[in-house]
């Protein structure tokens, strides 16, 4: 584990988790819990996390997973028990440990565009290639040799190039793919909704290795830490960067301990 802003260290984050009235764990999904894979439907956390997790939980700590997937698709895959609460489709969803269900309305206009997005395309991609969200539409070329990827970013790159513009979308990369997304709402959204339900005493992290996650990291920063999730480091607002999926195991059962779940 390694420190990436000198202001703030691991050392007095673990003494206030250790002495806070209410702790909350946020975890992105894809490349934080589950490693990436080539069939998206098969991303399944690594070994022995769903269990950690899940006492993690039985010991006290809200759960949250923040995630750019749908979040019932998440709830199938991550295998924890109790299921913790999710944020899917980079906050446009919120799906509740009891199952509860919230799905923030889209504006025509964004319906149209996204419905625009995904016509365009016709039988240019194969359909395992184009996932279709509440809020976005994304494609995906994880497995392809850096030839292919290249030239299925270049197409829809053209295919898609006038919509941003027309819709109040937004076109933004992701590790593996390429998403066009509504506008005005990502993972921040989903942290700022969560520091406002807890009080100032509480013990917050949030636990994230895309681009997308930089938007959460953002939010934390000042109210809890931020942990970048990746094999290697990058520019990014975490605070904390780990290797998965050691790191990532070791961090999880220092909260455990400290919280008192063993």
């Given at each position: 584990?390694?420190?990436l ?15 806070a ?14 490693p ?8 399944f ?18 759960v ?47 319906r ?11 039988s ?9 969200k509440?809020?976005?539409v ?56 969560i ?30 830490l ?37």
């Open positions: 584990m390694k420190t802003d000198s202001g703030t260290t691991y050392t007095p984050f673990i003494e206030r988790l250790a002495a009235s209410e702790r909350v764990l946020m975890l992105d999904y894809d490349g934080t819990l589950a990436f894979v080539v069939d998206r439907d098969l991303a956390p690594y070994p022995g996390l769903p269990t950690l997790i899940g006492r993690i939980m039985q010991s006290g700590t809200r949250v997973l923040i995630s750019g997937r749908p979040a019932r698709a998440v709830a199938q895959l991550s295998c924890i028990v109790p299921q913790p609460e999710i944020w899917g489709s980079h906050g446009l969803e919120r799906l509740h440990s009891n199952g509860t269900y919230e799905l923030i309305s889209l504006p025509r206009e964004q149209e565009g996204l419905s625009e997005a995904i016509t365009v395309l016709h240019e991609l194969p359909p395992d290639r184009v996932e279709a509440p809020g976005s994304a494609i995906h070329w994880r497995g392809l040799n850096s030839q292919k990827a290249d030239a299925v970013r270049t197409l829809v790159h053209s295919l898609w190039a006038d919509l941003p513009g027309k819709y109040p979308l937004e076109l933004l990369e992701f590790d593996g793919g390429l998403e066009l997304r509504v506008k005005g709402r990502d993972k921040g959204d989903a942290v700022r909704a520091l406002a339900e807890v009080n100032s005493s509480s013990a917050l992290a949030y636990l994230g290795d895309d681009r997308t996650d930089e938007d959460a990291f953002r939010a934390i920063k000042g109210h809890g931020g942990v970048l999730v990746r094999s290697e480091p990058r520019p990014t607002d975490a605070e904390v960067w780990l290797r998965p999926p050691q790191g990532l195991t070791q961090f999880l059962e220092d909260w455990l301990r400290i919280s008192g779940g063993e």
